[in-house]
């Protein structure tokens, strides 16, 4: 059975369906909740999910502060990890900071990573849609 390993506070979830799993990673400051209805619909298709917390994240402000986004990228290898323990196929996806995430996951880990969905990732700051 895929299990995340939870810490108190932590929002992590997953579904056990099919051999191909899906990585869903969360944006800056944001929650696993954040990719749920994506989540649900994958699910419904037989596809496996993770959904797992990056560190510092869901908690407090302080905490988020403290962590830094290698801490966040480590939290996604590990769930990769634990993903591919129980798929033959894996897609990475995320929204906004988490589509950044998946982008250097799937560039650094091309071995296990099959694919990439990405949700409103911020490719080039520009200054103007985020300033």
Do not use: N
């Not at 696993?32 to 908690?59: D, K, N, W, Y």
């Not at 402000?61 to 323990?85: I, K, N, P």
């Not at 996951?105 to 409103?120: C, I, M, N, P």
């Amino acid at each position: 059975m895929l299990s995340l390993l939870k810490l108190p506070g932590d929002r992590s979830f997953s579904f056990e369906r099919g051999s191909t799993g899906v990585l869903l990673l969360h944006g800056l400051g944001g929650t696993p909740v954040e990719m749920r209805f994506v989540a649900l619909g994958l699910a419904r298709a037989g596809i496996t999910v993770s959904c797992p917390q990056l560190a510092g994240h869901s908690g407090s402000s302080r905490a988020l502060q403290e962590s830094s986004w290698q801490d966040w990228y480590e939290s996604a290898e590990v769930a990769l990890d634990q993903l591919r323990q129980h798929c033959d196929t894996v897609i990475v996806g995320g929204l906004s900071a988490g589509a950044v995430l998946a982008l250097k996951l799937a560039a650094e880990r091309s071995g296990d990573v099959d694919g990439a969905a990405l949700f409103a990732p911020t490719l080039r700051l520009d200054g103007w849609g985020v300033p």
